[in-house]
């Protein structure tokens, strides 16, 4: 159990603490949590993906998104929530459209974390995603992944989204037709 | 001066202490102040609009509307908020859409001054909005509504809607093509 930082357990904990420290989200008032909770209820997403990357430990990842959309002729209002959430997240234009993301997984767990008993619409969202960013960091093995990326499709019972291509069924199926590779899991043990 | 519900000096005073009676914003807490306001700033709309009505003193009336929306599938939120602003406000279902919309004018008014500081991105709308509702009130002659229609007008630069038919160009041309009527103006000195 040398490799800390890959198996991520303890590592979870450190960032926990770093970010805590760097993002002052406890000390907001009741009424920013209530507003910045209302406005993703309103016209935010909580979003959680499986997303292929080979040079991946389990060959996918998980990306979890934290999205504040509004229109570019109210792009000041997303350059507002760029210098509350700081230094986390990034702003960017789609169009008539900007966006402010935070992917960074241990702000967006804080953030849910603090955000949670604000939420109403998301409340169930924000529960099971936070479930998986738990459950991230202590999986150690494919079967481990795969029932987090189980999760993941779960979510999709609460969000909008149309065509997830990548379901757990995918991945499931992609580690059944490619090589073993125990390698990693010998490491763990 | 006699005809103190004509003009609506008087009764709009008294309206409010009535609205605030019945809806007790005030007493929301912090949270719940923010979380509306952020939800409203995130997918809401606070719209005004003029509204061709020959049984109206001014031919036209200003509609005032606050409007929640939320696809039917969380229809349950929208009920709730119903129940939180009640009995203000009616719910209805338009395809796959639900709404929440207040049009009464005291209630309206009451919402819009108690979250007012909560606002971000439809604060100036607001502020707009309210001195449509404040104006509303003191309006005595055809010239008093028109300088309210402009206001009206003004709304469109912080909203998004696309084709106002009728505008304040509209309501003049009406006043200017149809046989002047002092009625209204004699009984109002």
């Known amino acids: 159990m040398s490799d800390l930082n890959w198996n991520g357990n303890t590592e ?27 406005f993703i209820d309103g016209d935010g997403s909580i979003i959680s993906q499986i997303v292929k990357d080979k040079t991946h430990r389990y060959k996918f990842y998980i990306r979890i998104s934290l999205v504040f959309y509004q229109k570019s002729t109210s792009h000041w209002f997303i350059l507002q929530l760029q210098k509350k959430f700081k230094p986390y997240g990034y702003v ?25 008993p604000y939420f ?10 936070l479930e998986i960013l738990k459950d991230l960091e202590e999986v150690e093995t494919n079967a481990d992944f795969l029932k987090v990326c189980e999760k993941v499709d779960k979510t999709a019972n609460y969000t909008y989204s ?28």
């Open 162 to 189: 149309k065509n997830r291509k990548i379901t757990s069924d995918f991945v499931k199926n992609d580690y059944f037709n490619s090589p073993v590779e125990t390698s990693f899991k010998e490491a763990d043990n």
């Open 12 to 38: 979870g904990r450190i960032k926990d603490m770093k970010y805590k420290k760097i993002l002052k989200i406890k000390d907001w008032t009741e009424q920013e949590k209530g507003y910045i909770a209302g």
């Open 92 to 116: 960017r234009k789609r169009g008539v459209m900007s966006e402010f993301v935070i992917v960074e997984k241990g702000a967006v767990k804080l953030i849910l974390e603090e955000l949670y």
């Open 120 to 129: 109403i619409l998301k409340k169930n969202l924000c529960r099971l995603v």
